[in-house]
Protein backbone atom coordinates (compact mmCIF):
# COMPACT_ATOMS: atom_id res chain seq x y z
CA UNK A 1 0.00 0.00 0.00
CA UNK A 2 2.47 2.59 0.75
CA UNK A 3 4.83 2.45 -2.25
CA UNK A 4 1.38 2.58 -4.54
CA UNK A 5 1.18 5.99 -3.25
CA UNK A 6 5.44 6.99 -4.41
CA UNK A 7 4.60 5.22 -7.39
CA UNK A 8 1.45 7.47 -8.27
CA UNK A 9 3.04 10.36 -7.10
CA UNK A 10 6.17 10.02 -9.13
CA UNK A 11 3.99 8.71 -12.42
CA UNK A 12 1.78 11.87 -12.04
CA UNK A 13 4.81 13.83 -11.79
CA UNK A 14 5.89 12.56 -15.04
CA UNK A 15 2.62 12.78 -16.28
CA UNK A 16 2.93 16.88 -15.72
CA UNK A 17 6.19 16.88 -16.83
CA UNK A 18 5.37 15.50 -20.26
CA UNK A 19 2.37 17.83 -20.35
CA UNK A 20 4.98 20.59 -19.89
CA UNK A 21 7.11 19.95 -22.77
CA UNK A 22 3.85 18.97 -24.92
CA UNK A 23 2.89 23.16 -23.98
CA UNK A 24 6.59 23.95 -24.87
CA UNK A 25 5.92 22.21 -27.99
CA UNK A 26 2.52 23.83 -28.80
CA UNK A 27 3.78 27.77 -27.98
CA UNK A 28 6.71 27.47 -30.36
CA UNK A 29 4.46 26.13 -32.97
CA UNK A 30 2.38 28.52 -32.26
CA UNK A 31 4.54 30.96 -33.86
CA UNK A 32 4.35 29.54 -37.21
CA UNK A 33 0.62 29.98 -38.14
CA UNK A 34 -0.50 32.72 -39.56
CA UNK A 35 -3.97 33.44 -39.13
CA UNK A 36 -4.14 35.89 -35.94
CA UNK A 37 -6.98 33.97 -34.18
CA UNK A 38 -5.38 30.89 -34.70
CA UNK A 39 -2.19 31.89 -32.88
CA UNK A 40 -3.78 33.93 -30.22
CA UNK A 41 -5.75 31.15 -29.25
CA UNK A 42 -3.22 28.32 -29.45
CA UNK A 43 -0.60 30.43 -27.55
CA UNK A 44 -3.21 30.81 -24.60
CA UNK A 45 -4.23 27.30 -24.75
CA UNK A 46 -0.22 26.37 -24.74
CA UNK A 47 0.44 28.69 -21.51
CA UNK A 48 -2.44 27.10 -19.98
CA UNK A 49 -1.26 24.09 -20.38
CA UNK A 50 2.08 25.64 -19.19
CA UNK A 51 0.65 26.72 -16.47
CA UNK A 52 -1.33 23.91 -14.47
CA UNK A 53 1.40 21.35 -15.25
CA UNK A 54 3.77 22.90 -13.66
CA UNK A 55 1.06 23.49 -10.82
CA UNK A 56 0.27 19.82 -10.79
CA UNK A 57 4.28 19.27 -10.75
CA UNK A 58 5.26 21.43 -8.05
CA UNK A 59 2.64 20.30 -5.63
CA UNK A 60 3.35 16.55 -6.47
CA UNK A 61 7.34 17.08 -5.55
CA UNK A 62 5.91 19.25 -2.19
CA UNK A 63 4.12 15.87 -1.14
CA UNK A 64 6.35 13.75 -1.61
CA UNK A 65 8.94 16.15 0.30
CA UNK A 66 6.90 16.49 3.22
CA UNK A 67 6.19 12.40 3.87
CA UNK A 68 9.83 11.82 3.27
CA UNK A 69 11.05 14.27 5.70
CA UNK A 70 8.05 12.74 8.23
CA UNK A 71 8.98 9.52 7.16
CA UNK A 72 12.84 10.36 8.35
CA UNK A 73 12.27 12.24 11.24
CA UNK A 74 9.45 11.18 12.91
CA UNK A 75 10.36 12.38 16.88
CA UNK A 76 10.78 15.87 15.17
CA UNK A 77 6.83 15.54 14.63
CA UNK A 78 5.72 14.28 17.70
CA UNK A 79 6.86 17.23 19.88
CA UNK A 80 5.44 19.98 17.81
Do not use: C, E
Request: charged letters at 10%; hydrophobic letters at 55%.
Amino acid sequence: MKYTWWLLQISMTLVSGFFFVFGINLLTGSYALNDPFSFMMTFFAANFIILISLTLAITFLIKMIRVYRHINHPSDNKQQ
